[in-house]
C-alpha cells in the first residue's frame, strides 16, 4: 500500500513537472496573442505547482522544512524575516548592499545536525602564531581562501558572501520575524552564539573546498604575549587585506584597549598592559552571564536592549578598530560591522572569542549559560558546505564537543594578573575625603543628582559620588558570589555613528597617572561605527534605545577596602577625544544574583 502511494505521488509529481514545462513552452509560442490576464493564469499555475511539489518532495523528511511565512505564533522568540532585507549606504553616502542576489525566504531550509561522531573528526583549532611555522597548513588555508574568493557571488559559500552575512545581521539589514523592528546582534546575548554559528559555517566550508573534513580556523591569541601581533600568515597570499593601518604590522604589539591614540608604549609594557586589561574584562567585572554575554535581547520593539558583555566592547570592538585602515573615513575594513569580515583575519579574531566564550564557562563552573527558553529557541540561518540553508538554534551551539570541535590547549597569563591599588586603600581614603573642597585634577565633580534630566556631556572627566544601598554584606556572600554588586551606566547616547569610548575607575586619586593595569579600573564602554545607514520602510521600526554598561565590582571594593563605605568615587574618563559625542544620564547600583 506504502510502495502504490509512494508510486500514485511520483506519478503526480512527474505529470506537474511535464505541465509545467508545456505550459511554458505553449505560452512562449503563443505569446504574441497572450494578453496579460493569460500570463498571469500560467504564471500563478506554475507558482501553485511548485508549492505542491516542494510540500510533496519534502514531506516526510523531519528536517526539511519549505521556506514559507507561517502564521504568527502565540508566543514569539527571535529570529530574522527573510523576506526583508534593506539597502543600506555608507556614512559618506556610497551605496552598500549586503543583501544575498535572492531572497532566502525562496529557498527550502534544513533544520541543524549535529555532525556524526562516527565519521566527523574533532576539529582542533590551534594558535595561529603556532600555525605560521606549519607550512603546509598555511598553504591549505591559504588555497582554500583563493578558491572562496574564486567563487561567483550567488554561490552563498563565496567570500564575498561569508562577509556580507556579517554586513546584513551587524547593520539591522533584516527585520524580525512577526514584526517590523529591525534585526540586530551586537550588544546584546546574542553576539556570542551568533558569531560561534557564522565561524562554525565558515570553517567548514573552508575544510570542504581543499577536502579537508579535520580543517580548523586558527584562533588569533592576541591575549597572551606570544600571540600579541598581526600572525605572519595573514600577511601574504589570499590572506593579505589592503585595508589595514600599516602602523600596527608586525612586530608591533596590539593594543587590547585601543582608544584611537597610539599609547607609546614599549613592546613589553604594552604586553604587561593587556594581560592586566583582560583580567578585570573576563574576571573581576564579569562573574555573571549576563555581565560577561551582555543583556537579554527579545523579540519585538519593546524586547529591544543595548547593553553589551565586557568582552565585546573591549578587547572585541577595539581590536577591531585598531586593525582597520587609518587611512579610510570608518576604518574599513575591519574598522567597521558593514566591512569586517571582508578582511580574512576576521575570522581568526572571532576564533579567539568563541575561545574566550569557552575558558569563562570554565573559569564559572555553574550559572555559565542564560537558561531563558527564548534565547534558546532564538535562530538564524546560514550556508553550509552543500550550500544548504541551514536554520540554527542557540540551543544547538552551546557545546563545541557536540559541533566536533576543540581549542588546542594554551595558557591564559591573565587568570593570575589581579591587579593591585595603585595608592595604598587607607592613603586614597584620606585623599577622596578632601576632593570636595579640592580639586586639583580638573574635571567636573557630581552628585547622581546632578545629571538633570539631559544628562552629561562627557567632554572632560566625570568624577561621580555615588551611593551604595548596602554596605554590610556578609563574608559568605561575597566568597560564595551568589550576588555580585554592579556598577551601571546607563543612558549613553553616542551623537551620531562614530567610534566613542571612555573607561571606568572607582575610588581613584589621580586618573591621569593611572591604568587599566591598576585595582581601580572597572571597565570600559566602547562605540564602534556600524558604518551604514539602512533604507527604511515606512512602516519599519528602528529602535535605537541609549546605551547602557554593567561591571561586576564585588571583588574591586573588596581589594580596595570599600565594601563597607557608605558611598564610592566613579570616574568617567573619556578616550581618544571622543566625550564630546558622548552623554550620560547617570549612574547607579544594583545587584544581580
Known amino acids: 500500500m506504502k510502495e502504490a502511494r509512494k508510486c500514485a505521488c511520483t506519478a503526480l509529481l512527474v505529470f506537474m513537472v511535464v505541465f509545467l514545462l508545456s505550459s511554458s513552452t505553449l505560452f512562449m509560442k503563443g505569446k504574441k496573442e497572450s494578453n496579460q490576464a493569460q500570463h498571469s493564469l500560467i504564471w500563478d499555475m506554475k507558482s501553485m505547482i511548485l508549492r505542491i511539489i516542494a510540500e510533496s518532495w519534502f514531506h516526510g523528511n523531519r528536517h526539511v522544512v519549505v521556506n514559507t511565512e507561517d502564521k504568527k505564533p502565540s508566543h514569539v522568540v527571535l529570529s530574522p524575516n527573510l523576506t526583508t532585507c534593506h539597502p543600506s549606504f555608507s556614512d559618506d553616502n556610497k551605496p552598500v548592499y549586503c543583501c544575498p542576489p535572492k531572497r532566502e525566504s525562496e529557498e527550502p531550509f534544513i533544520d541543524f545536525q549535529f555532525p556524526d561522531p562516527s565519521t566527523q573528526s574533532i576539529r582542533v583549532r590551534r594558535p595561529a602564531h603556532v600555525m605560521d611555522k606549519d607550512k603546509v597548513f598555511a598553504a591549505k588555508y591559504n588555497k582554500a581562501i583563493a578558491i572562496m574568493k574564486s567563487l561567483p557571488y550567488d554561490d552563498p559559500r563565496s567570500f564575498r558572501r561569508q562577509a556580507d552575512i556579517h554586513c546584513i545581521f551587524c547593520t539591522g539589514a533584516y527585520n524580525q520575524q512577526h514584526s517590523n523592528s529591525l534585526m540586530k546582534i551586537h550588544r546584546s546575548w546574542m553576539f556570542f552564539p551568533w558569531h560561534r554559528m557564522m565561524i562554525y559555517f565558515h570553517e567548514r566550508i573552508l575544510g570542504s573546498l581543499v577536502g579537508d573534513d579535520t580543517f580548523a580556523l586558527p584562533f588569533w591569541n592576541w591575549d597572551s604575549p606570544e600571540g600579541m601581533h598581526v600572525p605572519d600568515m595573514f600577511l601574504n597570499g589570499s590572506f593579505v587585506d589592503t585595508e589595514r593601518d600599516s602602523s600596527h604590522l608586525p612586530p608591533q604589539v596590539v593594543d587590547v584597549n585601543f582608544d584611537e591614540q597610539e599609547r607609546g608604549l614599549g613592546y613589553e609594557e604594552q604586553k604587561a598592559y593587556n594581560v592586566g586589561f583582560m583580567y578585570t574584562q573576563m574576571i573581576s567585572a564579569a562573574k555573571k552571564p549576563e555581565l560577561f554575554m551582555g543583556c537579554p535581547y527579545k523579540a519585538g520593539g519593546d524586547g529591544y536592549c543595548n547593553s553589551p558583555g565586557t568582552v565585546e566592547d573591549a578587547p ?141 556631556i562627557l567632554d572632560t572627566i566625570l568624577r561621580v559620588q555615588v551611593q551604595r544601598p548596602r554596605t554590610h554584606r556578609t563574608r559568605k556572600e561575597i566568597e560564595d558570589e551568589e550576588e555580585e554588586e554592579v556598577l551601571v551606566v546607563y543612558g549613553i547616547d553616542v551623537k551620531n555613528d562614530v567610534y566613542a569610548k571612555f573607561d571606568v575607575y572607582i575610588n581613584a586619586v589621580d586618573e591621569n597617572t593611572i591604568s587599566p593595569t591598576t585595582r581601580e579600573f572597572a571597565g570600559t564602554f566602547v562605540n564602534m561605527r556600524r558604518g551604514v545607514k539602512v533604507v527604511m520602510n515606512k512602516d519599519d521600526i528602528a529602535v535605537d534605545k541609549k546605551s547602557h554598561i554593567k561591571l561586576g565590582i564585588s571583588e574591586l571594593l573588596e581589594d580596595l577596602e570599600a565594601d563597607e563605605d557608605e558611598s564610592i568615587w566613579v570616574s568617567l574618563v573619556p578616550k581618544g577625544n571622543t566625550g564630546v559625542s558622548i552623554s550620560i544620564d547617570g549612574i547607579r547600583i544594583e545587584y544581580l544574583k
Open 316 to 456: 572585541h570592538n577595539t581590536l577591531h578598530y585598531w586593525m582597520g585602515s587609518n587611512l579610510n573615513p570608518e576604518r574599513e575594513n575591519m574598522g567597521a560591522f558593514y566591512s569586517a569580515a571582508r578582511d580574512p583575519i576576521f575570522y581568526s579574531h572571532h576564533s579567539n572569542i568563541d575561545r574566550l566564550w569557552e575558558v569563562w564557562r570554565e573559569l564559572r563552573s555553574s550559572n555559565n549559560v542564560p537558561e531563558d527558553s527564548d534565547w534558546l529557541e532564538t535562530h538564524f540561518f546560514f550556508h553550509n558546505e552543500k550550500s544548504q540553508l541551514v536554520r540554527v538554534k542557540i540551543r544547538d551551539v552551546l557545546d563545541v564537543t557536540k559541533l566536533r570541535y576543540t581549542f588546542d590547549w594554551v595558557e591564559n597569563p591573565w587568570i593570575n594578573a589581579r591587579p593591585k591599588p595603585s595608592v595604598p586603600p587607607h592613603m586614597a581614603r584620606q585623599m577622596l575625603r578632601m576632593r570636595n573642597s579640592n580639586n586639583h585634577n580638573g574635571g567636573l565633580l557630581l552628585t547622581t543628582s546632578d545629571f538633570g534630566p539631559m544628562g552629561r
